[in-house]
Protein backbone atom coordinates (compact mmCIF):
# COMPACT_ATOMS: atom_id res chain seq x y z
CA UNK A 1 0.00 0.00 0.00
CA UNK A 2 1.21 3.15 -0.91
CA UNK A 3 1.57 5.96 1.91
CA UNK A 4 -0.76 7.89 0.46
CA UNK A 5 -3.74 5.41 0.59
CA UNK A 6 -2.51 4.75 4.49
CA UNK A 7 -2.55 8.41 5.26
CA UNK A 8 -5.66 8.58 3.37
CA UNK A 9 -7.08 6.05 5.45
CA UNK A 10 -5.99 7.21 8.93
CA UNK A 11 -7.51 10.44 8.27
CA UNK A 12 -10.70 9.18 6.77
CA UNK A 13 -10.83 7.02 10.08
CA UNK A 14 -10.07 10.35 12.14
CA UNK A 15 -12.61 12.12 10.57
CA UNK A 16 -15.30 9.80 11.24
CA UNK A 17 -13.66 9.04 15.06
CA UNK A 18 -14.39 13.25 15.04
CA UNK A 19 -17.70 13.23 13.32
CA UNK A 20 -18.80 10.74 16.09
CA UNK A 21 -17.43 12.97 19.25
CA UNK A 22 -18.88 15.82 17.78
CA UNK A 23 -22.07 13.94 17.32
CA UNK A 24 -21.69 12.61 21.17
CA UNK A 25 -20.55 16.25 21.91
CA UNK A 26 -24.03 18.03 20.21
CA UNK A 27 -26.26 15.17 22.07
CA UNK A 28 -24.76 16.16 25.94
CA UNK A 29 -24.68 20.03 25.11
CA UNK A 30 -28.37 19.45 24.22
CA UNK A 31 -29.21 17.97 27.60
CA UNK A 32 -27.27 20.40 28.99
CA UNK A 33 -28.95 22.94 27.88
CA UNK A 34 -32.54 21.37 28.12
CA UNK A 35 -31.61 21.44 31.89
CA UNK A 36 -30.50 25.08 31.73
CA UNK A 37 -33.61 26.00 29.45
CA UNK A 38 -36.02 24.19 32.76
CA UNK A 39 -33.65 26.02 35.14
CA UNK A 40 -34.50 29.62 33.81
CA UNK A 41 -37.51 28.28 33.33
CA UNK A 42 -38.26 27.50 37.25
CA UNK A 43 -36.40 30.92 38.13
CA UNK A 44 -39.00 32.92 36.13
CA UNK A 45 -41.61 30.61 37.63
CA UNK A 46 -40.15 31.91 41.12
CA UNK A 47 -39.65 35.94 40.26
CA UNK A 48 -43.03 35.97 38.69
CA UNK A 49 -44.45 34.39 42.40
CA UNK A 50 -42.12 37.34 44.57
CA UNK A 51 -42.99 39.80 42.27
CA UNK A 52 -46.90 40.20 44.38
CA UNK A 53 -44.37 39.71 47.59
CA UNK A 54 -42.06 42.67 46.58
CA UNK A 55 -44.88 44.79 45.93
CA UNK A 56 -46.30 43.83 49.05
CA UNK A 57 -42.88 44.55 50.65
CA UNK A 58 -42.37 48.15 48.84
CA UNK A 59 -45.63 49.18 50.13
CA UNK A 60 -45.50 48.24 53.46
CA UNK A 61 -42.07 50.34 53.50
CA UNK A 62 -43.57 52.94 52.10
CA UNK A 63 -46.43 52.98 54.75
CA UNK A 64 -43.60 52.35 57.04
CA UNK A 65 -41.66 55.54 56.26
CA UNK A 66 -43.01 58.42 58.27
CA UNK A 67 -43.08 55.84 61.53
CA UNK A 68 -39.16 55.61 60.67
CA UNK A 69 -39.25 59.71 60.46
CA UNK A 70 -40.95 59.72 63.78
CA UNK A 71 -38.85 57.35 65.40
CA UNK A 72 -35.73 59.31 65.13
CA UNK A 73 -36.80 62.36 67.24
CA UNK A 74 -38.17 60.19 70.03
CA UNK A 75 -35.33 58.46 70.19
CA UNK A 76 -33.27 62.00 70.85
CA UNK A 77 -36.49 62.66 73.35
CA UNK A 78 -35.55 59.59 75.25
CA UNK A 79 -32.21 60.29 75.23
CA UNK A 80 -32.56 63.73 76.48
CA UNK A 81 -34.93 61.71 79.21
CA UNK A 82 -32.47 59.49 80.13
CA UNK A 83 -29.48 62.46 80.53
CA UNK A 84 -32.47 64.19 82.73
CA UNK A 85 -33.00 61.19 84.73
CA UNK A 86 -29.24 60.30 85.75
CA UNK A 87 -28.93 64.11 86.49
CA UNK A 88 -32.14 64.13 88.97
CA UNK A 89 -30.45 60.60 90.37
CA UNK A 90 -27.39 62.59 91.11
CA UNK A 91 -29.17 65.37 92.73
CA UNK A 92 -31.17 62.85 94.81
CA UNK A 93 -28.34 60.93 96.11
CA UNK A 94 -26.86 64.05 96.90
CA UNK A 95 -29.70 65.09 99.00
CA UNK A 96 -29.69 61.82 100.45
CA UNK A 97 -25.97 62.25 101.50
CA UNK A 98 -27.05 65.09 103.10
CA UNK A 99 -30.26 63.98 104.76
CA UNK A 100 -28.13 61.13 106.15
CA UNK A 101 -25.50 63.28 107.37
CA UNK A 102 -28.25 65.72 109.35
CA UNK A 103 -29.74 62.70 110.66
CA UNK A 104 -26.51 61.53 112.17
CA UNK A 105 -25.71 64.52 113.36
CA UNK A 106 -29.15 65.28 114.98
CA UNK A 107 -28.61 61.76 116.29
CA UNK A 108 -25.27 62.42 117.74
CA UNK A 109 -26.45 65.74 118.76
CA UNK A 110 -29.78 63.94 120.86
CA UNK A 111 -27.22 61.72 122.49
CA UNK A 112 -25.32 63.84 123.61
CA UNK A 113 -27.95 66.29 125.41
CA UNK A 114 -29.49 62.90 126.21
CA UNK A 115 -25.97 62.10 128.67
CA UNK A 116 -25.94 65.44 129.67
CA UNK A 117 -29.55 65.45 130.83
CA UNK A 118 -29.36 62.28 132.07
CA UNK A 119 -25.93 62.98 134.65
CA UNK A 120 -27.69 66.24 135.69
CA UNK A 121 -30.49 64.17 136.87
CA UNK A 122 -28.59 61.50 138.19
CA UNK A 123 -26.21 64.44 139.79
CA UNK A 124 -29.90 66.01 141.28
CA UNK A 125 -30.75 62.49 142.26
CA UNK A 126 -27.82 61.57 144.24
CA UNK A 127 -27.52 65.68 146.17
CA UNK A 128 -31.36 64.88 147.17
CA UNK A 129 -30.81 61.88 148.34
CA UNK A 130 -27.97 62.61 150.46
CA UNK A 131 -30.37 65.09 151.73
CA UNK A 132 -33.47 63.22 152.63
CA UNK A 133 -31.43 60.39 153.54
CA UNK A 134 -33.06 57.26 153.04
CA UNK A 135 -36.11 57.47 155.48
CA UNK A 136 -37.65 60.25 153.54
CA UNK A 137 -41.73 58.93 153.44
CA UNK A 138 -42.17 56.19 150.77
CA UNK A 139 -45.99 57.66 150.12
CA UNK A 140 -44.73 60.83 148.87
CA UNK A 141 -42.71 58.99 146.43
CA UNK A 142 -43.76 59.65 143.10
CA UNK A 143 -43.49 56.81 140.13
CA UNK A 144 -44.83 54.42 138.37
CA UNK A 145 -45.22 50.71 139.60
CA UNK A 146 -42.24 49.15 137.38
CA UNK A 147 -39.77 52.23 138.38
CA UNK A 148 -37.30 51.16 141.86
CA UNK A 149 -38.36 54.45 143.37
CA UNK A 150 -41.79 54.12 142.64
CA UNK A 151 -44.15 54.12 146.00
CA UNK A 152 -45.40 51.21 147.96
CA UNK A 153 -48.72 51.13 147.15
CA UNK A 154 -48.42 51.81 143.90
CA UNK A 155 -45.75 48.41 143.84
CA UNK A 156 -48.36 46.61 145.52
CA UNK A 157 -51.10 46.41 142.98
CA UNK A 158 -48.94 46.35 140.32
CA UNK A 159 -47.70 42.66 142.34
CA UNK A 160 -51.22 41.67 142.35
CA UNK A 161 -51.89 42.31 139.06
CA UNK A 162 -50.39 39.52 136.45
CA UNK A 163 -47.70 40.20 134.40
CA UNK A 164 -49.22 39.73 130.99
CA UNK A 165 -52.69 41.60 131.47
CA UNK A 166 -52.74 45.53 131.37
CA UNK A 167 -52.60 47.59 134.18
CA UNK A 168 -55.93 48.94 135.68
CA UNK A 169 -56.80 52.60 134.86
CA UNK A 170 -57.05 53.39 138.35
CA UNK A 171 -53.53 52.39 138.96
CA UNK A 172 -51.79 53.78 135.53
CA UNK A 173 -54.32 57.00 135.15
CA UNK A 174 -53.86 58.49 138.88
CA UNK A 175 -52.12 61.80 139.84
CA UNK A 176 -51.15 62.28 143.08
CA UNK A 177 -51.24 65.12 144.79
CA UNK A 178 -49.52 66.10 148.12
CA UNK A 179 -51.66 68.33 150.26
CA UNK A 180 -51.66 69.15 154.19
CA UNK A 181 -51.73 65.76 155.68
CA UNK A 182 -48.41 63.31 154.80
CA UNK A 183 -50.00 59.99 152.98
CA UNK A 184 -52.99 61.81 151.75
CA UNK A 185 -53.94 60.51 148.19
CA UNK A 186 -56.39 61.83 145.52
CA UNK A 187 -57.25 60.35 142.35
CA UNK A 188 -57.81 62.74 139.31
CA UNK A 189 -58.99 61.21 135.92
CA UNK A 190 -56.35 61.18 133.82
CA UNK A 191 -55.99 63.60 130.25
CA UNK A 192 -55.36 62.13 127.27
Do not use: C
Not at 21 to 28: H, K, V
Amino acid sequence: MDPLQIVLIVVAVAAVWALVELALLARRSRDAVGNLDRAVSDINDTLAEAKPVIAKLDDTLEELQPAVQRVEPLLASANVAVDALSANLVEVEAVVRDVSSFTGTAVNAKHAARGVADSASDAVQRLLGKRRGRDAAPERAIGQGDAPDASPAVDDAAKGAPADSPKTPAASSQYFTYGDVAGEQEPEAAHE
